[in-house]
């Protein structure tokens, strides 16, 4: 049986936006210790961790350095390079491990590897030249989404296709050597399912999360989902497979497309807590950020129990374009939790903060997060 790393240990981080900040804050309340490495300084994690180091993720001395000095390493965002995560193995358990961020970080492998599981996905096609594009467009259809294979997020790297006369200009804006093209479903609503998996296998999730989005960027997120009892149980089955075949210990989460004839269809899933789960900080028992510290610590893992209906609404460089925000307005609503990332500079879709709003029912809960919202440039 393994043994637990208790409090009093030490955490590393890849990564440090502010998944990594939460993340810290939860380990820290634990009794651990965290350090965080990443190429930037005065980061959102940083601020809150015992220890920021600066260093490329191909620095591979410092990355060597950094694993050396903690009892496991984890991630908060899916772009480390695998180098980067074979190095940190050598000298500390990763959690998830490498293989699972390599596998999610690349569209293709983590399309492709659902697929060969059985698990339900979008139907896609791997495209590598405008020729194969062309034959992928005859096999799927229009309209359909041509997504780069690697480094996509918030809607980067992908473009709709409404028509084969449209396949040039779409193969060349995106400009990349390795894409897919999926087919366009034409879905009720988004959902995710944020769970977590610990290192003897027990197994948590929140029950699916709906989800609703701005330019491509997660707008409004609503716990539990509008959903039926029989896809609210399916979406949980669906993901503990999926954490279960890809052998993830620490939290993963898996984003669904529910079709209008009621299927679930895997859009894509991410290892790491999940922005549509920031409402569970407030609104459910044992947050995401603290499943994920007890998941890599060996620890049981916590009750997902919700509290009570939450809406959870993100905070964009947007709401500063006109000065700065009137928080006093927005904590007005006394059933409203403000969370900020400490990012020092503001810029049009960028995600800033996010409140959570509770409620007795899911419609109240959504309707004063967007009001509190609101509130902030009411001026």
């Known amino acids: ?177 390795h894409a897919i093209l999926e087919a366009f479903i034409d879905y009720e609503s988004e959902l995710s399912v944020v769970a977590a998996r610990g290192v003897n296998g027990d197994f948590a999730s929140y029950g699916p999360i709906g989800n609703s989005h701005s330019n491509h960027i997660l707008d409004v997120s609503i716990c539990p989902a509008r959903v039926s009892q029989h896809v609210a149980v399916e979406a949980v089955e669906i993901a503990r497979a999926v954490l279960e075949r890809m052998d993830v210990v620490g939290v993963l989460c898996v984003e669904f497309f529910l079709t209008r004839d009621g299927r679930l269809l895997i859009n894509e899933t991410a290892p790491r807590p999940h922005n549509s789960g920031h409402l569970t900080i407030d609104a459910h028992v044992t947050c995401q950020f603290e499943q994920q510290v007890r998941a890599i610590c060996g620890l049981p893992l916590g009750s997902s129990e919700q509290r009570s209906p939450s809406a959870m609404a993100n905070l964009l460089g947007d709401v500063w374009a006109n000065g700065e925000p009137d928080w006093p307005a927005l904590l007005a609503y006394p059933s409203v939790k403000l969370h900020l990332y400490g990012k020092r500079e503001a810029r049009p879709g960028r995600k800033m903060g996010h409140l959570t709003a509770l409620a007795s029912t899911i419609d109240e809960a959504e309707q004063i997060a967007i009001a509190a919202r609101a509130a902030l440039t009411r001026k």
């Open 1 to 177: 049986m393994t043994q637990p790393i208790l409090p009093g240990a030490t955490l590393g981080v890849l990564g440090s936006g502010q998944l990594g900040r939460m993340f810290a804050i939860a380990a820290r309340r634990l009794g651990y210790r965290v350090h965080v490495l990443s190429p930037d300084d005065d980061t959102p994690t940083g601020q809150v961790a015992d220890l920021e180091v600066r260093a490329d993720y191909l620095d591979l001395a410092s990355v060597e350095a950094f694993a050396k000095g903690v009892s496991v390493v984890t991630f908060e965002f899916e772009n480390v390079p695998a180098e980067t995560t074979r190095i940190c193995e050598q000298f500390a358990p990763v959690r998830p491990a490498g293989s699972v961020l390599f596998t999610s970080q690349n569209r293709r492998r983590e399309k492709t590897y659902l697929r060969d599981a059985g698990l339900p996905v979008t139907p896609f096609v791997a495209v590598e030249s405008f020729e194969e594009l062309e034959a992928a467009l005859e096999q799927l259809g229009t309209p359909a989404v041509l997504k780069t294979a690697d480094w996509g997020y918030d809607g980067k790297g992908q473009t709709v296709i409404r028509s084969p006369q449209e396949a040039a200009a779409a193969w060349a804006k995106l400009n990349a050597p």
